[in-house]
């Protein structure tokens, strides 16, 4: 199992021998520093805690896990062992094809509508309708739910900024030197954002 943590660049695309032109996302991934290990016989299961990102006043008396910014654990059953506090993980340890997936926060899109965050169809457009056509309709359960509102009704509300993986993306290029890696496909997130990479 192979892990890092980067930032989403931007997208871009990549022409292939055969001429077929690849999106990709580009990602700055790594290097992170491993601060923590845990195993079974002491934690009760095994994991990688890596930091990535130093604090731009670190002070190195702090704990090996507050000196950076961003801190994630990768539970795995081979790599704790391999690896110790100090090591350093960069995207030399993939390679082109690989398959992985990422996971990051989605963009968020704040306070949104049923036509938007579930793909209402909305009301008519004519004979009568005036100021319904974005509503959602009738919400009441009926006998279904006694008269009240049912549980997990789709509604109006805070959509987006979650948590997003994608799944059996390949990886089509490696620039150790630049600490990159071309990703196909899109990842979730804006500019910026911390994302997760594991190949299983």
Do not use: C, W
């Not at 690989?98 to 989605?106: G, K, M, P, R």
């Not at 008519?124 to 739910?145: F, M, V, Y």
Request: net charge positive.
């Amino acid at each position: 199992m192979k892990f890092i943590l980067g930032k989403k660049v931007n997208m871009t695309q990549v022409f292939q021998d055969d001429g077929t032109v690849e999106p990709v996302t580009i990602i700055q991934a790594g290097p992170v520093t491993v601060t923590q290990t845990k195993n079974k016989e002491s934690d009760g299961y095994s994991a990688v805690q890596v930091g990535f990102v130093p604090q731009p006043k670190n002070e190195t008396e702090k704990a090996a896990h507050k000196r950076y910014t961003h801190v994630k654990e990768f539970r795995t059953e081979k790599a704790s062992v391999d690896l110790k506090v100090g090591d350093s993980i960069d995207v030399s340890s993939f390679a082109v094809n690989d398959t992985v997936e990422v996971s990051a926060i989605s963009k968020g899109k704040g306070f949104q509508g049923v036509v938007k965050r579930h793909g209402f169809g909305g009301g008519r457009r004519t004979h009568g309708q005036k100021h319904s056509e974005r509503e959602p309709g009738a919400i009441g359960g009926r006998g279904r739910a006694g008269g009240r509102v049912s549980l997990g009704m789709r509604m109006a509300g805070r959509m987006g900024a979650d948590r997003i993986t994608i799944k059996n993306l390949k990886i089509i290029q490696v620039d150790a030197a630049g600490h990159t890696l071309l990703v196909s496909g899109a990842i979730p997130g804006r500019r910026g954002t911390i994302v997760e990479i594991i190949s299983r």
